[in-house]
């Protein structure tokens, strides 16, 4: 596997199983609280798909409980037996507890839940935990954890990359906050997108410098490749991570520095676009902008741009109105390919016969006549 692996590589794994560090949970609340420091006052938090024996979400919400003014924290974790990855003993905490039952142990899911002062010292914090087990295995879709999402105002977690898609809509159809993790390429999913269009999710504050570095179970090290796993940190590393979000924070209105098209075309510093200039689709009415820092400020159709320009989309300074895909969901494609042209220009690219879906992406033309496919993009125009 190569050292850019992704989130896509973990689903394909079907690994669900990665651990978000502290720092990280850390710096991407604070960047709310100083937008705005009520942002958790008086809310009931839920962290589902959680292992609130060792989560650092629910260490950092339960240490953290009065300095953020939480009314309630709840946190949910899924029974060994359901996952697919079973290596599991349970912890001293557990064992350790009156509560603790041999059978359920495997087969059901926990609560954690904080609201009091329970050991009277003084303050609410990580030792007032309570705990019990589920009636179920704590699968978020079941109906008692679907009950505890009603009863939340605010639902923070790393969901589990195989049910992405399924997971930000069970957020969506509760009409809930939230803050979770997910991979870039989700973001064009056909479930998560129009959410994305419409401003009602956006991403959050980020990951320093776009890399992610999660935990994960020692036996499943070997399915990552040396330089993605840190055998001294004992973390795995993917780069296309992001926090997605509809809590705001300062930084989403920011808008963009950004050059005229003249300017990008003459002082810009991707040498391919001074060459060829800005390229309209052959399939869209919109032109091409390969790179989101060379996004002209005076062009006012529609563009397709780089899905990392969501890290600095600015709503004030843009329209998202779709994106290029093979559903044409939002009606934006002008022209469609027939398969005699997607097997011509397979062919013409690649020397033998097959099918080039044209019909999937925004289409240029290029100087020897031939079409060629562009990476995944989203179509803008300025406000
Ligand atoms: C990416 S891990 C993140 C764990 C934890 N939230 C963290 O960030 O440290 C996702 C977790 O969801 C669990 N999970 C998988 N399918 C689930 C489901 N249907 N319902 C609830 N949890 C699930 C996995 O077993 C895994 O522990």
Redesign the pocket.
Same mark, same amino acid.
Request: proline fraction near 12%; hydrophobic fraction near 20%.
């Given at each position: 596997m190569a050292n850019n692996t992704n989130l896509g590589a973990a689903k394909a794994a079907k690994n669900?199983?990665? #651990?978000?560090q502290y720092a990280d949970i850390q710096k991407e609340i604070n960047a709310y609280l100083e937008y705005n420091p009520d942002t958790f006052r008086d809310k009931v938090v839920l962290l $589902?798909?959680?292992?609130p024996e060792w989560?650092?979400?629910t260490r950092f919400f339960a240490q953290n409980f009065e300095r953020l003014g939480l009314k309630r924290l709840i946190s949910t974790s #899924?029974a060994v037996e359901s996952?697919k990855y079973k290596n599991y003993q349970p912890t001293l905490f557990e064992t350790e507890s009156p509560m603790f039952d041999i059978d359920k142990t495997r087969i059901k899911g926990k609560i954690f839940e904080l609201t009091h002062d329970t050991n009277q010292n003084g303050r609410i914090d990580i030792d007032d935990l309570e705990w019990h087990y589920l009636e179920g295995d704590?699968?978020?879709?079941s109906k008692e954890v679907c009950k505890l999402r009603d009863e939340a105002d605010i639902i923070v977690?790393?969901? $589990?990359?195989s049910?992405f898609k399924e997971f930000v809509s069970w957020i969506f159809e509760a009409e809930k906050k939230c803050l979770i993790i997910g991979s870039q390429g989700a973001v064009g999913y056909k479930e998560v997108f129009p959410h994305i269009m419409n401003n009602r999710l956006w991403l959050g504050n980020g990951f320093s410098a776009g890399n992610a570095y999660f935990g994960l179970p020692k036996e499943l090290v070997r399915e990552f490749a040396s330089g993605v796993y840190d055998e001294k940190t004992g973390l795995v590393k993917f780069r296309n991570c992001c926090w997605l979000t509809n809590l705001e924070h300062g930084r989403r209105h920011e808008p963009m520095k950004l050059m005229s098209m003249k300017d990008n075309l003459r002082f810009g510093r991707h040498k391919d676009l001074k060459e060829n200039g800005y390229r309209h689709y052959v399939n869209y009415d919109a032109i091409e902008v390969p790179y989101t820092d060379s996004i002209p400020d005076d062009y006012l159709g529609v563009m397709g741009v780089p899905i990392t320009f969501l890290d600095k989309y600015c709503p004030e300074q843009f329209k998202i109105v779709g994106t290029c895909e093979n559903l044409d969901i939002y009606g934006l494609k002008t022209r469609t390919f027939t398969s005699e042209e997607c097997r011509a220009a397979y062919q013409r690219k690649f020397g033998k016969p097959g099918t080039y879906d044209l019909n999937a992406a925004g289409v240029v033309q290029m100087e020897d006549g031939h079409y060629e496919k562009v990476y995944q993009r989203i179509l803008i125009q300025k406000i």
């Open positions: 669900d199983e990665f #651990y978000t $589902p798909c959680d292992d989560s650092n979400f #899924y996952k704590g699968d978020f879709r977690t790393n969901p $589990p990359f049910l």
